[in-house]
C-alpha cells in the first residue's frame, strides 16, 4: 500500500475535527452569520487536494468549502481566523466562511453564489491553456448548483473550446433542504455525457474506487481536455450549522469508518491508523483555538455582515 493514503486518512480526521471546532464556536456565537461545514465530504476534498498541483492549478468551490480550502494546502490558521472574522484571515475576515481565497495556494476561491464557481474555473482553465504549462481548472459543485444554466454553459464552453477543466460534481442529494431526485430531471452523469465530456462516478465511501476516479478524471483534464466526475458524499447537518433538517447522520455510511476499515485490509497496523487520526484530531483543535485567541477584524469591516444570507449548492 502507497503509505500516501495514511496521509490522506489523517488529514480527513484534520478536516472533520476542524469542521467539529468550528462548530463548537459557531453554538457560542463565536462565527459571524450562518456557517456551512463540509463535514461528510473529507475523503473526496483530501482527494482532490491530493491530485492537483498547487503550483499549476486552480480550484474552485461553493459555500461549503472549509474542508476543500485546507486539503489543497491553504494555511489552517489562516482559514480559521476567516470563518470567525479575526484579523490576519485570508482576507482579514471580510470575507467570511463562504469566501475563502488562497490562489497561492491553488484555492482560487469558493462562493456564495449558487453555481458562480463553476465559469469562475473555466476562466483559470482558459489562462491554463494559453500559457501551456500544464494547469487545470477544477470547479468543486454539488447537485443543487449542477440545474442552474451557467453550469451548463460552462460545460459547453469547456468542450468547445478544449479546456483542462474538471467538473467535480459532489452529489449529497439535499440542495439546501430539497431532495435532488424533487430537483433534478435524469442523472447527472447523462447530462455531463451530453455535452461529450468523458465520465467518471464513485461514491466516496469506497476509497479505492474515489481515489481511482479522481486520479484518472485529474489526468484527463491535464492531458486531454475536459472531463466530468461525479462523487457521492454525505452531510451531517442542515444547510447551515444549526439547521435542524439534517438530512444524513454519520452511522455505517460514514466514509472515514469505511477508510479506516479498508486501511486495516490493506495491513496497516491500527495502532498507526489511530495516530494518524488522533494526530489531525489535536491539530485542528490547537488551529481552531489559537483563531479564536487572535484580534477581531476591525468593525467597519464588520458591519456590513448579515445572518441572512443563503446559498443552494450543496
Known amino acids: 500500500?502507497?503509505?500516501?493514503?495514511?496521509?490522506i486518512y489523517r488529514q480527513c480526521w484534520f478536516i472533520r475535527a476542524f469542521e467539529g471546532a468550528i462548530a463548537a464556536e459557531a453554538a457560542a456565537g463565536n462565527v459571524p452569520g450562518l456557517v456551512h461545514l463540509s463535514t461528510g465530504s473529507e475523503v473526496a476534498d483530501a482527494l482532490i487536494g491530493h491530485h492537483?498541483?498547487?503550483?499549476?492549478?486552480?480550484?474552485?468551490?461553493?459555500?461549503?468549502?472549509h474542508g476543500l480550502a485546507l486539503a489543497c494546502g491553504v494555511e489552517p490558521l489562516d482559514v480559521a481566523k476567516e470563518i470567525l472574522g479575526k484579523a490576519g484571515g485570508l482576507s482579514d475576515g471580510l470575507g467570511g466562511t463562504q469566501h475563502l481565497i488562497a490562489p497561492e495556494s491553488g484555492f482560487l476561491t469558493s462562493n456564495g453564489i449558487v453555481g458562480a464557481q463553476v465559469p469562475i474555473a473555466a476562466g483559470a482553465a482558459l489562462s491554463a491553456k494559453s500559457r501551456s504549462g500544464g494547469g487545470i481548472g477544477v470547479a468543486v459543485f454539488?447537485?443543487?448548483?449542477?440545474?442552474?444554466?451557467?453550469?451548463?454553459?460552462t460545460m459547453n464552453?469547456?468542450?468547445?473550446?478544449?479546456l483542462p477543466m474538471l467538473f467535480v460534481l459532489y452529489n449529497n442529494g439535499m440542495a439546501q433542504s430539497t431532495?435532488?431526485?424533487?430537483?433534478?430531471?435524469?442523472?447527472?452523469?447523462?447530462?455531463?455525457?451530453?455535452?461529450?465530456?468523458p465520465v467518471w462516478s464513485a461514491d466516496s465511501v469506497d476509497f479505492a474506487a474515489c481515489s481511482k476516479a479522481v486520479e484518472h478524471s485529474v489526468g484527463h483534464?491535464?492531458?486531454?481536455?475536459?472531463?466530468?466526475?461525479?462523487?457521492?458524499?454525505?452531510?451531517?447537518?442542515?444547510?447551515?450549522?444549526?439547521?435542524?433538517?439534517?438530512?444524513?447522520?454519520?452511522?455505517?455510511?460514514?466514509?472515514?469508518?469505511?477508510f479506516e476499515k479498508w486501511l486495516l485490509e490493506q495491513g496497516v497496523e491500527r495502532s498507526a491508523i489511530v495516530a494518524a487520526a488522533d494526530a489531525?484530531?489535536?491539530?485542528?483543535?490547537?488551529?481552531?483555538?489559537?483563531?479564536?485567541?487572535?484580534?477581531?477584524?476591525p468593525a467597519t469591516l464588520l458591519s456590513g455582515w448579515s445572518s441572512g444570507e443563503s446559498a443552494v449548492n450543496d
Do not use: C, W
Not at 157 to 162: D, F, G
Not at 282 to 297: G, L, R, W
Open 280 to 297: 489531525g484530531k489535536a491539530h485542528a483543535h490547537a488551529i481552531v483555538t489559537e483563531a479564536v485567541a487572535a484580534p477581531n477584524a
Open 157 to 162: 464552453m469547456a468542450v468547445a473550446l478544449k
Open 179 to 197: 431532495k435532488a431526485e424533487t430537483a433534478s430531471g435524469g442523472n447527472y452523469r447523462d447530462r455531463a455525457r451530453s455535452f461529450g465530456l
Open 52 to 65: 492537483i498541483d498547487p503550483n499549476r492549478d486552480k480550484v474552485t468551490g461553493s459555500h461549503r468549502s
Open 142 to 153: 454539488g447537485d443543487g448548483a449542477a440545474n442552474q444554466g451557467a453550469v451548463l454553459e
Open 221 to 258: 483534464a491535464r492531458l486531454k481536455g475536459p472531463a466530468f466526475v461525479e462523487v457521492a458524499v454525505s452531510r451531517d447537518h442542515g444547510h447551515y450549522y444549526g439547521d435542524e433538517k439534517a438530512d444524513q447522520v454519520f452511522g455505517a455510511n460514514d466514509a472515514l469508518l469505511a
Open 1 to 7: 500500500m502507497n503509505r500516501n493514503e495514511l496521509k
